[in-house]
């Protein structure tokens, strides 16, 4: 269910990477009906989108499924890394940037929320700390403290506008990301109010939602479901989903406007 993109500067254009939760989906040695789904759209690998917009070419966090995820959507070239938080399912895959700097040499800025900065400078010391290492990706790292805008690598007479999005995964301070009318937001269990009005007008919200049992560190399903109409986007996706949710019964749940991702999905939305 894969389209072309074909670049439009108007256009904030999407793929859905992965739409599965930090163990992915089928979970190693689990039998149970979403394991063992026949469903493609039950197959999901670890978080991630690719997003195209104003010719710059964005990639929000690199888990450990990136290398196969990038063959899959054939990404050819990455302008920025934005990272949501430093959790190991979101940023391990960071090392695999290298062959996007065998050609162009400039390098990639990784862009994150201060305390996910600082982790990932210690996580990734041989990239943001010793430099000593002759394979090593080149990396920038900026501490994200509002919003700010990505160049081009290419033609840097192209950039587009990120606007940092606060809100909370379990204790942890994280970032969504708003580029035009589209806005990502996972691992999330809450949204403080300050962060709704950076969230009007969306035609494309991406929103998590990891199972109905509570969870401590992400929005119920029924918890999504409400802080997607309080958001009020043209049509919700929703994203980090566990083994415990069917693609196909959790569509059916859902009012218009508002669907399941599954990996491979492709979107666009206005800048």
């Known amino acids: 269910m894969k389209t072309e993109i074909r670049e439009d500067a108007q256009r904030v254009q999407v793929e859905i990477l992965g739409s599965g939760t930090s163990t992915g989906v089928p979970v190693l040695t689990c039998p149970c009906p979403v394991c063992t789904s026949e469903d493609p759209r039950d197959k999901r690998l670890r978080c991630s989108v690719f997003v195209r917009a104003a010719g710059v070419h964005l990639l929000i966090d690199s888990g450990p499924d990136f290398r196969q995820q990038a063959f899959r959507a054939g990404i050819e070239t990455i302008d920025a890394l934005l990272v949501t938080h430093h959790h190991f399912d979101h940023v391990v895959g960071m090392d695999d940037l290298r062959p996007y700097l065998f050609s162009n040499r400039t390098p990639i800025p990784v862009h994150a929320e201060p305390a996910s900065a600082h982790a990932l400078r210690d996580m990734f010391s041989?990239?943001?700390?010793?430099?000593?290492?002759?394979?090593?990706?080149?990396?920038?790292?900026?501490?994200?403290?509002?919003?700010?805008?990505?160049?081009?690598?290419?033609?840097?007479?192209?950039?587009?506008?990120?606007?940092?999005?606060?809100?909370?995964?379990?204790?942890?301070?994280?970032?969504?990301?708003?580029?035009?009318?589209?806005?990502?937001?996972?691992d999330v269990s809450q949204i403080p109010n300050a962060s709704y009005s950076l969230l009007e007008g969306l035609d494309v919200l991406v929103l998590d939602a990891l199972r109905d049992r509570p969870h401590p560190m992400h929005m119920t399903i029924e918890k999504a479901v409400e802080t997607a109409e309080k958001i009020g986007a043209r049509q919700t996706y929703f994203t980090h989903m566990s083994h415990e949710i069917l693609h196909q019964d959790f569509e059916e749940r859902l009012g218009e406007g508002m669907a399941p991702a599954y990996d491979g999905l492709t979107f666009e939305a206005q800048l």
């Not at 990706?137 to 700010?148: I, S, T």
């Not at 950039?159 to 809100?167: G, K, L, M, Q």
């Open 126 to 186: 041989y990239i943001f700390r010793d430099g000593t290492y002759p394979g090593v990706p080149r990396l920038e790292m900026h501490d994200v403290r509002g919003p700010f805008d990505v160049i081009s690598r290419e033609s840097p007479e192209q950039s587009v506008r990120i606007i940092p999005i606060p809100a909370v995964h379990g204790s942890l301070d994280i970032l969504g990301y708003r580029i035009g009318r589209f806005a990502y937001l996972t």
